[in-house]
């Protein structure tokens, strides 16, 4: 039984259906240890007949044997364990690996084997140095002579210790002294006992081996033995696998420095669109914190203020009576109601000099003690100005009126729908900073001055005290949902704080918005990374068949460049959160300093987000091309120019 044989092989190439035979039923039998030529003329199907022995083309009639077992049926997954274990392939081109050292360009081969990483690396030196490349090995092949090059080509076929070596016009582009050393490289590769088959114009180069063969109009017109074979001994196979994960990982990234700059650019580019929507979403929250800080840092969070929910301006329509503050302290999480009352106008007279306070409020427990600067909360007959309300009467010491007497009129109505002003003397118990309002007194102060006139004093609004921040929001949502007997809504939240939880709603919506918007450069970016990505497969459509050749199987390709896009992805998060925290610290130092909070709110879960983000969208755009690359066809991808 040979050790190769070939079966009445048929070939057809089709254009347009239309079928031109190239190979008319060729049968041959190779053994090792034998150097065959195959000679022809130009276009007579030597090529073809090599691709099909190589395990590159499955297209074909006939039967390829060795060692009696037919590749025919073999799966593409087969044929690239096949190529990857048989065959070693040297082209008249060259074809090696620009981006890879020399070194590396051997070692892509035995990355497929089960060699330690080591072991590869002292093999690759080792036939580096038997075809004498061994001082070379760091430079890239742009650096390397003709013959240099073919040089390295036949270390790499040789990498994988495979029977077979198929030689495509090897010395084709090559001057007669690198013709010369090329084949007694080849001549010492059938020596160890491969079988060597070298197709080639040059009778010079078919004198050199054992044999040869000539085709003519896609048949063998002569088969000549010129010598006996080399003696065969038996070797252990060097065990083959597939390309192993860090394998290809390396050779990402080893891609990824040769184009540096352009790498650069697009981690650059698709950093922008990253870095913007974490800053937007870090913004939001610090802007929203900001604000309910400022807003906080002024009433109490856990006091809400409820009124009577009515367009009507009647005091007794707008009356919260003890029966409100029963329903409301009767809610969940609820310590203490107080009823209060407030007022528009109040006139206030001092040492002759007269101003009104717009708005006149009972203290209630919303205010903050901090906000009373000097002196305390009023009592009964005392009352408590806001700072600059209290400069109108003393501008340069506003404080020197705490003890002061002054004279308050406020006017309300009477039975019969008439004016009537209440005038008492109060005594200034405290002055407050600027969020204290203009004229803050007490509950009963203003009751007594209604019941001087004779008037009916109605309560206006209650504070309801909540145990928790955390009940806050359910507790106004139960406030907010009781009805009336109408089944109205009875209440609503009034005061700063009612505001709190709508403006926040607003900021939050107004910085996704703003998020989303910058998502738009993260889809430019995403855009960029598909375009460079298919550009970077038909740059390197020829490096693909090279590795298809060797016997990387498509899924290894298809991975390759996902690995490409998940580094371009990592990277650029890691530039964007970079930028994020670069642009974050700056801006937060100078809010700090002017307004003494952090404007950027930038959290844990915003970073990670970003780069999650950041490699889903590059593994996404890198999908389809490369899908593609792994779909080329290695004939056609190493005949690509
Ligand atoms: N993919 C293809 N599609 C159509 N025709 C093809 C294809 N590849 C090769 N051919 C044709 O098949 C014939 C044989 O080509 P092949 O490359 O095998 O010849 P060759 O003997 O190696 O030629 P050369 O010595 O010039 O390299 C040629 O006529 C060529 O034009």
Not at 178 to 201: F, R
């Amino acid at each position: 039984m040979s050790f190769l044989e070939l079966k009445n092989i048929h070939k057809s190439y089709y254009m347009n259906k239309t079928p031109f035979p190239v190979l008319k039923g060729i049968s041959l039998k190779f053994d090792r240890g034998e150097f065959v030529s195959i000679l022809g003329e130009s276009g007579g199907g030597k090529t073809t007949l090599m691709n099909i022995i190589g395990g590159l083309d499955a297209q074909y009639e006939g039967d390829v044997l060795l060692n009696g077992e037919s590749l025919h049926h073999a799966s593409v997954k087969q044929l690239d364990t096949f190529r990857r274990q048989t065959i070693g392939f040297i082209f008249q081109n060259f074809n090696l690996i620009s981006h890879l050292s020399i070194l590396d360009n051997v070692m892509v081969s035995l990355q497929m084997t089960k060699l330690s990483r080591k072991e590869q690396r002292d093999r690759a030196t080792e036939l580096l140095d038997q075809v004498g490349l061994k001082e070379h090995r760091h430079k890239h092949p742009n650096q390397l002579s003709g013959g240099q090059k073919q040089r390295v080509a036949i270390a790499r076929a040789l990498a994988s210790d495979p029977d077979i070596i198929i030689a495509d016009e090897p010395t084709g582009a090559l001057d007669s002294q690198n013709t010369q050393e090329i084949l007694a490289l080849m001549d010492d590769i059938a020596a160890s006992g491969k079988l060597v088959i070298c197709v080639t114009h040059s009778q010079e180069v078919a004198d050199h081996g054992t044999r040869i063969v000539h085709m003519a109009d896609g048949l063998i017109d002569r088969d000549e033995n010129l010598k006996d074979p080399f003696p065969v001994n038996d070797h252990a196979e060097m065990p083959a696998k597939h390309l192993g994960f860090m394998a290809m990982v390396r050779m990402a990234l080893q891609h990824m420095r040769y184009n540096l700059g352009r790498n650069l650019l697009i981690i650059f580019g698709a950093s922008i669109g990253i870095f913007s929507v974490i800053l937007m979403l870090g913004l939001g929250r610090g802007v929203k914190g900001y604000i309910n800080h400022e807003i906080y840092s002024q009433i109490k969070p856990t006091a809400v203020q409820v009124a009577q929910k009515t367009s009507s301006e009647s005091p007794k329509k707008l009356e919260m009576k003890a029966a409100d503050v029963q329903r409301l302290k009767k809610l969940d999480h609820v310590k203490k109601v107080q009823l209060g009352f407030y007022t528009q106008g109040a006139q206030v007279q001092h040492n002759g000099t007269s101003s009104t306070a717009q708005i006149v409020q009972t203290v209630t427990d919303q205010m903050l003690a901090k906000s009373v600067k000097k002196g305390h909360t009023p009592k009964t007959g005392e009352v408590m100005l806001g700072k600059d309300f209290a400069k109108k009467f003393n501008k340069k010491h506003p404080y020197k009126l705490v003890g002061k007497t002054v004279k308050v009129s406020l006017t309300a109505m009477d039975k019969n729908n008439i004016p009537t002003v209440m005038t008492k003397k109060l005594t200034v118990s405290g002055i407050t900073d600027g969020s204290g309002g203009q004229l803050q007194t007490n509950l009963n102060t203003i009751k007594q001055m209604y019941q001087n006139k004779n008037l009916t004093f109605r309560a206006n609004f209650a504070t309801v005290d909540i145990a928790g921040f955390s009940h806050v929001t359910s507790v106004q949502d139960k406030i907010k949902a009781m009805k009336a007997s109408n089944g109205k809504a009875q209440y609503q939240l009034t005061g700063a704080g009612a505001i709190v939880s709508t403006l926040n709603t607003y900021i939050q919506l107004a910085f996704y918005v703003l998020a989303a918007i910058a998502g738009i450069s993260l889809l430019v970016s995403a855009i960029m990374i598909i375009v460079v990505l298919y550009i970077s497969v038909s740059e390197r459509t020829k490096e693909i068949g090279i590795l298809r050749a060797l016997g990387v199987r498509r899924r290894d390709i298809k991975n390759l460049f996902l690995s490409e896009a998940f580094f371009l992805g990592l990277f650029s998060s890691v530039l964007a959160l970079a930028f994020t925290e670069l642009v974050a610290v700056l801006a937060n130092n100078v809010a700090t300093k002017y307004i003494g909070y952090s404007i950027i709110g930038i959290t844990g879960n915003y970073l990670i987000f970003g780069v999650v983000v950041a490699i889903v969208i590059s593994l996404l755009a890198a999908l389809a091309p490369s899908s593609r690359a792994a779909k080329l066809d290695p004939i056609e991808a190493l005949a690509y120019e």
